[in-house]
């Protein structure tokens, strides 16, 4: 009642002062009454169901429904970030992400429409038009009813994506689920995703090492595949509201994270140097009809790979087609369905393996440098040992042949190493012991991994692929110290051998220099590893030294080139584990008295010459020059390779005709004019190329007479008297390349091929070799 | 609160004699017999606008994607909006002049509005439907529902009838007729009939209204008139003792626990629906669909709310967003503080009502105001409650925001009656 009286109740404030009214107020309790219901009102109802329920609902389980409520209001999409570019070391592309789009259908949703045998003939038949796509293929697709989401093309281009954006705005007739007439459009069952594709623009271009990606732009092999997360980048989301018919909310709010793009790389690779492996490599393996080659180019301080090759290699831009066209039609001619299918998976697989590191063979007589090596620092020999090879060695009970059966005679350790005798290198392996050669064994990265950052580097297995200390006997010392008995990859051998040229330090081989960001700046540089000191210095250029010997007046003779000072060390090792078949190689490095630069060929299986100093080192040789002067490599000729060089063509444009002459004849050149003109109008070579001495110019004086041509005769295995005694008579200026030093060259390979037409004076380079003394095997 | 009367009465009009007036003498004009003079209760007024410009406003914000989706409301966003703020126009017209009619004039109306409003229930259950529920009656493009009518009618007569047959009861005579020694059966009845003639009205009425309501198959509608009559009842019919009160409440209580508990207890149509509101998290369907996307919308607003006009569930998700779960969206878009405070505002409204009931001296008018709030309250809890998923999906309209143009209309004719009854009221006018 007290709180009854707080509040106003005129009524029974009247009542109190009335007479008589008592009766009333006891009797008539509307004003109680009408209280308790309000309380009852106010308290049970607006306070337990109404704001209980509100506060149960909105606050209490409010974060559980409002969940619920955004599973099936937002929609989450994903802006895919584009994917990194990879750059040559000069910053050329050598792979890119471009957008593109994906094409798919909703098969629920036209199942689900009314009218759906009409919109499925319009989508099938408007597709199959504008990505050019099987009908019956859109037809299977939206059979799957289950599905929301049927991808109908991957990579679409923009042209085509438009097309379908135009498609999916025109309108169909039809009625909704209430039976109500509405229209809706096509977008409802047709959409378009963005997709990005991989561009390679340089096709085949060291797509070994490059990889691939996948449809879903997955890293999948190469360089791809070891830096996907690195190239990936973060891709951003589209929150967004939708309505229950999936449309877009206006003026809803949109949570975008930004894609982060992905990260770029710059590799160490050199599209040039790259491009000279490959081309050697290619002709190489042609010329060996060879199962495969493997290239490597490393920068002997660093450990930077400048090219790495193998062939054959394959267009990462359609990776599922075999590139070698030879393989392919081998398959096609495959009766059998199953086998063709699995010759096709082999063949795919085999040429996405990047040879230079996957596989491995026993590296043979290049080896030989790594005991000598050995040998050298531990002083158990030095330059003066000698030992007498009479074409064969008694080890351990067994008989060990020389590829030389007759013998090389007696030899000190230089000439051990020229004439790659391996009863020489077994002996000294015996002087090392076992101790000792598995110690360097060890130092020189055999038994383990080079780290480089390339996928599945083929990884040494003790007792598999090498000798453990253990189980290595005088037996197997013996075949290890000439490089048998156990296998390495291109990649290690190179690596090995990169040590001796750089001052006994052993790098880690790397492929990417840099990583950049969105806006280019570098993220990260890497910087060249020091793995170990495997040797002293001193001991490193004795055995360059002896290298350099191997190529002027060795096996390895025909890697020679003028001027360029190169050292290194030819293979030739039988398969032994598979049992038949060779590997020829060639290790080498320039220039001798400081390397820059390490080139490791190997030529797997070759048919007829199988010697490495007959198919490998001339490859190196035709790369090495190449490369030394692309990088302005000083060049040192002796005096004869001066003398054949030649000079540089003087100028004789606009001179008189005599004038030009008697110049030309006095310095030596022979001369040829050509029309009756009384001035030089142009000449060829034109100046500033070189001419061999006694080289051909011929001087124009005609505008009549401009573009006189000559067929290129066949140029090859001739002595050189002769290849130059034909150039000449074609009238073609020849520039013979090779080592002077030897004696039985003869020619090998042509610049210009036999029956083009050059013009008068073209200057053919012609390379010659030697057969003779460089066999090691 | 202190006041005197003199300072109401400078306001009102001539002063009149009422006994006179009921008598049907004609010594005051006629309009004084019809318009009531005197200022009205400016709060009230002030709520019941705030209420419909904050209805009016969320249910445009609710309906506008639904209106454009659709074909019933031909594509156009505005379709609820326009209609609705027309009757809301007209709504307060009517308001505003039924501020101006005399209770005298309602006295007389009470029993033929009554009258009428059974007959139009009785009609609306005759009259043939293509719906599978008869709750409407058309007349041309003019719809409404009888039972809105029959809500206000029963209002009116209680009121009416409460404060007519109050007096007896106080009679020497009709004591007499209570007291009298009950020999025979005749005495028995009449002491019966003496002592309990206007229960036996009012239930009897109320009980009439239900069944005709219920037959509609409008359970919301049959309860909520329950309600209001159970509880003007309770207010103006005292002979009933409390003690009845609390024990019919336990026993109410009692039987929803048991039901819940057991719903084979009830007949198997209505066990289903039990079972299905108790068990919606596994059946989606229908109804419980509504009520799920309620929880979600209403959950979606958590403390602060998703911005007006920024609601995603109106787009396709919860249906029917303008009608009855209107309040779902104004949850979610203006949260929970602010929807609260709507909640406040009716508490506000239903409080002034019954302030101004409590300070009119006449029965009939008191009640009345009473009547006419309550039901507003009701309906306004029972709404939360069944968009709060509390309660079970019965169609109960929220005042002022749902979308209806006739209920707005006679909703707003509602509280021009309090707003008549609140010039007679003896209280501080603002």
Redesign the interface.
């Known amino acids: 009642m007290a709180i009854w009286a707080n509040l106003s109740n005129p009524n029974k404030r009247k009542a109190k002062r009335g007479p008589g009214k008592r009766k009333q107020r006891r009797s008539d309790r509307l004003y109680e009454r009408s209280i308790i219901v309000l309380i009852v009102l106010v308290v049970l109802f607006f306070g337990v169901i109404g704001a209980g329920g509100l506060i149960k609902v909105q606050l209490v389980n409010g974060a559980k429904y409002r969940a619920d409520a955004e599973d099936t209001q937002l929609r989450d999409t994903v802006i895919a970030a584009r994917r990194g570019t990879i750059y040559d070391c000069n910053m050329n592309v050598v792979a890119e992400s471009s957008s593109a789009a994906r094409i798919y259908i909703n098969p629920h949703k036209i199942a689900e429409e009314p009218k759906h045998a009409e919109v499925l003939e319009t989508v099938v038949r408007q597709l199959s038009q504008i990505l050019e796509i099987s009908e019956d293929g859109i037809r299977t697709k939206a059979s799957y009813v289950g599905y929301g989401y049927m991808a109908v093309k991957y990579k679409v281009e923009k042209k085509q994506a438009d097309a379908v954006r135009k498609f999916m705005e025109t309108e169909l007739l039809t009625t909704n689920a209430e039976g109500e007439e509405i229209r809706r459009k096509y977008s409802e069952f047709v959409g378009v995703d963005p997709d990005v594709i991989r561009y390679y623009p340089m096709k085949g271009f060291a797509a070994n090492v490059l990889g691939f990606t996948g449809t879903d732009d997955i890293g999948l092999a190469g360089l791809e595949l070891y830096y996907n997360n690195t190239l990936t980048g973060t891709p951003g989301r589209i929150i967004a509201a939708k309505s229950a018919g999936e449309t877009d909310l206006p003026n809803q709010f949109k949570d975008i994270n930004d894609p982060v793009q992905g990260t770029s790389l710059v590799l160490t690779i050199d599209q040039a140097i790259q491009r000279y492996l490959e081309r050697s490599l290619e002709q190489a393996k042609i010329d060996a009809q060879a199962k495969a080659a493997y290239g490597i180019i490393m920068e002997v301080k660093t450990g930077a790979i400048k090219g790495m090759a193998c062939v054959s290699s394959f267009d990462p831009n359609d990776y599922q087609a075999i590139a070698d066209e030879a393989v392919r039609q081998k398959i096609q001619a495959i009766p059998d369905e199953d086998e063709r299918a699995k010759a096709y998976n082999d063949a795919m697989f085999t040429q996405w393996r990047n040879g230079a590191l996957e596989v491995t063979y026993e590296p043979g007589s290049v080896f030989k440098t790594i005991t000598a090596s050995a040998a050298l620092e531990e002083g158990v020999a030095d330059l003066n040992t000698s030992y007498t090879c009479t074409g064969a060695i008694q080890i351990g009970g067994r008989t060990i042949h020389c590829h030389n059966r007759n013998g090389h005679g007696t030899q000190n350790f230089t000439k051990g190493l020229m004439n790659s005798c391996n009863p020489y290198w077994i002996t000294i392996g015996q002087k090392l012991g076992l101790e000792k050669f598995y110690q360097y064994y060890t130092a020189f990265g055999f038994t383990e991994t080079t780290g480089i950052d390339l996928p599945n580097e083929a990884k040494p297995k003790p007792g598999i692929t090498f000798h453990t200390k253990e189980s290595m006997g005088i037996v197997e010392l013996a075949s290890c110290s000439f490089g048998q008995s156990f296998e390495a990859s291109p990649i290690q051998i190179i690596t090995a051998v990169s040590a001796i040229a750089n001052g006994g330090k052993l790098m880690r081989p790397y492929v990417v220099a840099k990583e950049l960001d969105e806006s280019g700046r570098v993220v990260s540089e890497t910087k060249p590893l020091l793995r170990r000191q495997v040797i002293s210095e001193a001991t490193a250029k004795t055995v360059a030294g002896m290298m350099e010997q191997v190529v002027s007046g060795g096996t390895g003779k025909n890697a020679y080139v003028a001027g360029g000072r190169i050292a290194g060390k030819t293979g030739t090792s039988e398969k032994l584990s598979v049992g038949r078949g060779y590997v020829a190689s060639f290790c080498g490095f320039a220039p001798a008295d400081n390397p820059e630069i390490a080139i490791l060929i190997a030529i797997d299986e070759p048919v007829g010459l199988i010697n490495g100093g007959q198919i490998a080192a001339p490859v190196v040789a035709e790369v090495m020059e190449d490369v030394l002067v692309y990088r302005n490599v000083e060049m040192r000729y002796t005096e004869k390779e001066q003398e054949e060089l030649g000079g540089v063509t003087p100028n004789m444009v606009a001179q008189p005709v005599e004038t030009a002459r008697t110049a030309l004849k006095n310095a030596g050149y022979s001369v040829r004019v050509i029309g009756d003109g009384a001035s030089v109008l142009h000449q060829i070579p034109e100046s500033g190329q070189s001419v061999p001495k006694g080289g051909l110019i011929i001087l124009y004086t005609d505008e009549s007479e401009a573009s006189r041509t000559v067929t290129v005769p066949n140029l090859l295995e001739y002595s050189l008297s002769d290849a130059s005694y034909l150039a000449a008579r074609a009238g073609l200026n020849i520039k013979l390349v090779g080592n002077f030093e030897s004696n039985h060259l003869f020619t090998y390979h042509q610049s210009i091929e036999e029956g083009t037409e050059v013009p008068l004076g073209t200057t053919v380079t012609v390379h010659f070799l030697s057969n003779n003394g460089i066999l090691d095997r | ?1 202190t006041h005197s009367t003199t300072t109401r009465r400078a306001n009102a009009a001539p002063a009149r004699d009422r006994r006179k007036d009921s008598a049907g003498e004609t010594a005051v004009p006629w309009t004084q017999r019809i318009f009531a003079y005197g200022g009205f209760d400016y709060p009230f007024l002030v709520l019941v606008l705030v209420l419909l410009c904050i209805g009016v406003v969320m249910m445009f914000s609710a309906s506008y ?1 639904n209106a454009a ?4 409301s031909n594509y156009d966003a505005f379709f609820y909006l326009k209609r609705q703020a027309a009757y809301a126009v007209l709504g307060i017209i009517i308001m505003l002049l039924a501020s101006k009619i005399n209770l005298a004039f309602l006295r007389k109306a009470a029993v033929p509005v009554l009258l009428l409003a059974f007959a139009l229930l009785v009609a609306v259950l005759v009259i043939p439907s293509k719906e599978d529920f008869k709750r409407w009656i058309y007349i041309g493009s003019f719809q409404f529902q009888p039972s809105e009518i029959a809500k206000i009618a029963l209002i009116l007569f209680f009121a009416y009838a409460m404060e007519k047959f ?1 007096k007896p ?2 009679t020497p005579a009709a004591r007499g007729a209570g007291m009298l020694p009950a020999k025979t059966f005749a005495q028995r009845v009449q002491r019966f009939w003496a002592r309990w003639n206007g229960t036996i009205l009012y239930v009897g009425v109320l009980a009439l209204a239900a069944v005709l309501i219920y037959k509609e198959n409008h359970v919301s509608g049959t309860v909520i008139t329950l309600g209001i009559g159970a ?1 003007m009842i ?3 019919e ?1 002979r009933i003792p409390l003690w009845f009160y609390f024990a019919a409440t336990a026993a109410a209580v009692a039987v929803i626990i048991a039901v819940l508990k057991k719903p084979d207890l009830l007949p198997p149509h209505a066990a289903e629906r039990i079972v299905s509101f108790l068990h919606r998290e596994q059946d989606q369907s229908g109804d419980n669909w509504q009520t799920i996307q309620s ?9 602060l709310g998703q911005g007006l ?2 609601s ?2 109106k ?3 919860l249906p029917e967003p303008q009608s009855d779960f209107v309040f779902a969206i104004v ?1 979610e878009e203006l ?2 503080v602010r ?2 405070g709507i ?1 406040l505002l ?2 506000a409204l ?2 002034r009502g ?2 101004i ?3 009119t ?1 006449e ?1 009939f008018g ?2 009345l105001v ?1 009547g006419i709030v ?1 039901q507003v ?2 309906q ?3 709404n ?2 069944v ?5 079970p999906n019965t169609g109960i309209p929220l005042p002022f925001f749902t979308y209806g143009g006739t209920a707005l209309v006679i909703l707003l004719g509602e509280m021009g009656i309090v707003l008549a009854v609140s010039r007679v009221a ?2 501080i006018k603002l």
């Open positions: 609160m994607v989706n659709h074909k019933a109050q009861q106080f509880m309770f207010i103006g005292q929880l979600r919308t209403i959950g979606s607003g958590g403390l006009g920024q995603r569930q787009y396709g998700y949850c949260g929970f929807s609260f909640l009716y508490v239903v409080w019954f302030m009931a409590l300070h001296k029965r008191s009640l009473m309550l309250g009701l306004t809890a029972l939360i409650g968009v709060t998923a509390t309660l003896r209280q």
